[in-house]
């Protein structure tokens, strides 16, 4: 009984914070903060669903590949989000800077 209101907790709150990427990915301004956004919260929201999942499976095979998967995607997504920023410098991408003293002078 305990296990399963934690699994749920886990699968609730990884749900949330997969929103909250989603919206970090529809309001802010440029690329570099929409990478930020999307880098930091699919690791979180993967770690709490797979855990919940492996919360569901007990001791088993399956909680082990979920494990698995887990970890391939701890090193796989900041590396992909490295990958996609760099390549975005490299082409000349430069990150939205905020307003001077002067911008705002009419």
Known sequence: ?????????????GGLVGVVGA???????DFFSR???????????ALLI???????AGLSLAAFKVAL?????FIT????????ASAA???GLDPKRGRTDSEGQS
């Open 1 to 13: 009984m305990v296990l399963d209101i934690l699994s749920w907790v886990c699968l609730v709150a």
């Open 23 to 29: 919206v970090g990915i529809h309001r802010f301004p």
């Open 35 to 45: 990478q930020h956004a999307t880098g930091t919260t699919d690791t979180l929201c």
């Open 50 to 56: 797979l855990l919940g999942l492996g919360l569901q």
């Open 69 to 73: 998967i887990f970890l391939f995607l």
């Open 77 to 84: 997504s900041p590396a992909a989000t490295h990958a996609l």
């Open 89 to 91: 410098v490299h082409s």
